[in-house]
């Protein structure tokens, strides 16, 4: 019996393995301030007012994603979101004495809502001076930017009652309210104090 042959065309030799991946580069963070000092100097400068304790301030520049060894602005953003608060409330109340409750919640709610906090941050450019490892973080605050931007640009022609097309990523009025609570502290939890550096001028 003669052997059966195999009659199967051989395809072509399969393709050299791929040489392994270059390793990714490692880039910083956009718009990033990699000098802490400066960092911290940019808020001192824009507050017209010297940390005693610049740890605090660190901290509230500090996002959770940073690193889990650090602490970050949780705890000051809690803080902080009561006291601007409260700090709101004593002023609505003591300049409008003929205006009721429901009313000055809602002149308080305007006032410190993340809308309007999260425009603060882009107006004084807080983002840049935030630790964070954060890709998707970057993105929703770039867009948010973008969109506040675009409304200068068309003289909020673009921008819907009440708010930005884009959507406040709550990140930065988080940034804001852990600023007021670094200052409230740093300034032995003097509300006036924290009002006249923070608000007023």
Request: charged share 25%; with cysteine.
């Amino acid at each position: 019996m003669k052997p059966v042959r195999n009659t199967l065309k051989r395809g072509p030799a399969p393709p050299a393995p791929a040489p392994p991946d270059a390793p990714p580069v490692s880039l910083p963070p956009p718009g990033f301030v990699a000098d802490r000092a400066e960092a911290a100097a940019r808020v001192e400068r824009l507050l017209r007012y010297q940390f005693r304790d610049r740890s605090l301030l660190e901290e509230a520049l500090t996002h959770q994603s940073f690193s889990d060894a650090t602490p970050s602005y949780q705890r000051l953003e809690f803080v902080g979101d009561a006291a601007l608060g409260l700090a709101f409330s004593n002023f609505l109340y003591l300049t409008n004495p003929n205006l009721g409750p429901g009313a000055l919640s809602t002149l308080r709610a305007a006032n410190i809502s993340t809308e309007k906090l999260a425009r603060v941050a882009v107006r004084h450019d807080l983002y840049p001076l935030l630790r964070r490892k954060c890709a998707r973080l970057d993105l929703l605050v770039g867009q948010f930017i973008e969109s506040v931007n675009q409304e200068l640009k068309d003289d909020f022609a673009t921008a819907p009652y009440g708010g930005s097309v884009v959507k406040a990523p709550k990140v930065l009025a988080d940034i804001v309210e852990a600023i007021a609570s670094a200052v409230y502290i740093d300034c032995k939890f003097d509300l006036e104090k924290l009002w006249k550096v923070f608000v007023i001028h």
